[in-house]
């Protein structure tokens, strides 16, 4: 079947539209929910377009659509999937290669990839403008490519190492005229903070969440090989399988070609993949086994780099087709590709579990509804999740009404009525306070309920309450 770009845009926005309809779920019940938050609320709050947590790209390109709730997070990131899709199939068809460009709708059937585009998370963007970069880099539009890259650490901080590996490739390539367009995100976020909140245009390295010390790091470490176990989880058999061999293939490729033009075999297909995967992928195994940059060895960062990865395993696809022009082959290996997730495999999707909404979250819905909270009545309320706050439909970040609990380690205020609602799981890791800490004691506790068998929610007030 001949590649038609307005064909395949309109399939792939049909299946990524059928995983937005029928996906309940959050993905992630932390970081998911707060940059929905925080997207959802920089139109009232313009101070957060810029939060340097938040992501400035990611809310700034997501805040239209969260005005219209968490399906407009979702259908946003859906969005964002489908034309990272398409920029996968334009660089098959760019390539030349002989397989068809239609098989880049098999990157929906690697089974978290649809997870997380029905979520808040900036992964989907972050992988969307690497794409993108690495489409305009082979199309030897370098300008554009260095100017689109040049925002990436302003979707994840990942970013400043893909620039890296990028401008490493640019000086191999002679690009020298380009170099300069590297910087350019940089300025306008620079520029766009400074005018909006930050008193200096260095704010983007000063407020960096990832470097500043906060004083305590509750994130651990972990071991050498976790990324590896957790990449096979997400990715499922038959793609990580052919990923894993395509990797072989391309490093026996690069290894042939080395001693013939060194600077052509570093600026190939080949070698362009595999750095732009492994230095985000490697990073961030070195990252959870130290406990650098409060990593937390989520699994999730690796959606990342799945485009790289899935282009990596399509590389494979394409060698086995042009070796032995056998479509048959190659159509029951696809095939393979989309029924798995649905085999109940550790690795695949667990239905119904990964569609349908928390049952965490579920319990937490249950306490708007089992306990008023009248902001107008307190004078400050304190939390510990951000998440629950959301789910209240507070507005926490009109500083003057809302505050994090570990604030009250300065002391109770004496001459205000507080509410005070606190879980488990933030408490501790957010917060840096234990669930039987002291401050506790001090106040009467007017609410419980145990959500998870990990977590409980509990609601305190002062003695003005009386």
């Given amino acids: 079947m001949k590649f038609n770009a307005y064909i395949f845009a309109a399939l792939a926005a049909i299946i990524a539209c059928c ?22 609320y920089s139109w009232k709050h313009p101070h957060l377009l810029v939060d340097n947590w938040g992501k400035p790209v990611f809310t700034i390109l997501s805040s239209p659509f969260t ?19 398409c920029l996968v199939a334009q660089i098959i068809a760019l390539l030349n290669w002989k397989i068809s460009p239609y098989t880049a709708l098999l990157l929906f059937f690697i089974p978290n990839y649809p997870l997380v585009l ?35 650490p302003y979707v994840r901080s990942e970013g400043f190492i893909s620039i890296t590996v990028l401008a490493v490739l640019f000086l191999f390539a002679k690009r020298w005229k380009d170099m300069p367009y590297f910087l350019v995100g940089f300025v306008v976020i620079s520029v766009l903070g ?26 651990g470490a972990g071991n050498w090989d976790d990324f590896f176990i957790k990449y096979f989880y997400m990715t499922g058999i038959p793609f990580t399988i052919l990923f894993w061999v395509s990797c072989l ?8 070609n080395i001693n013939r033009k060194f600077s052509a075999t570093v600026l190939s297909v080949e070698s362009l993949y595999l750095l732009l995967f492994f230095s985000f992928f490697f990073a961030h195994v070195v990252f959870w086994k130290f406990g650098l940059f409060h990593s937390f060895g ?33 159509s029951i290996v696809c095939l393979i590709i989309i029924i798995f997730p649905f085999v109940g495999n550790k690795s695949s999707w667990s239905i119904p579990k990964d569609f349908v909404e928390d049952p965490e979250m579920v319990e937490m819905k249950e306490i708007k509804k089992e306990y008023k909270i ?13 998440p629950l706050m959301i789910l209240f439909d507070l507005d926490l970040f009109d500083n003057d009404k809302f505050a994090t609990i570990n604030q009250l380690k300065e002391g109770i205020p004496a001459n205000e009525k507080i509410l005070v609602i606190r879980d488990d799981w933030f408490l501790n890791i957010d917060c840096n306070i234990k669930s039987d800490d002291v401050l506790f004691s001090k ?24």
């Avoid at 970069?133 to 260095?146: G, I, R, T």
């Fill in 374 to 386: 009248h902001a107008e009545e307190v004078g400050k309320i304190y939390y510990s999740s951000i």
């Fill in 298 to 330: 989520m699994s999730r960062v690796l959606i990342s780099i799945f485009p790289i990865g899935f282009l990596i395993m399509i590389y494979l696809l394409n060698l086995i087709y042009t070796t032995w022009s056998n479509k048959t082959a190659i």
């Fill in 19 to 40: 995983f937005w309809l029928i996906i309940d779920n959050t993905y992630d019940t932390g970081d998911s929910i707060t940059h929905y938050a925080i997207s959802r």
């Fill in 194 to 219: 400074f005018c909006l909140h930050y008193d200096s245009l260095l704010w983007t390295f000063n407020t960096n969440p990832y470097t500043v010390n906060n004083g305590f790091n509750n994130y």
């Fill in 443 to 466: 106040l009467k506790k007017v609410y419980s309920k145990k959500v998870s068998d990990h977590n409980t929610i509990e609601i305190y007030t002062n003695e003005l309450s009386e």
């Fill in 118 to 152: 029905n979520s808040g998370l900036t992964e989907p963007l972050y992988a969307l403008i690497l794409v993108c970069s690495v489409y305009f880099f082979l199309a030897e539009q370098y300008k554009w490519s260095a100017i689109v890259i040049s925002f990436l």
């Fill in 67 to 85: 005005q219209l709730s968490w399906k407009g997070m979702t259908f946003f990131n859906s969005l964002v999937g489908v034309v990272t899709c």
């Fill in 249 to 256: 293939v391309m490093l026996s490729v690069l290894i042939k």
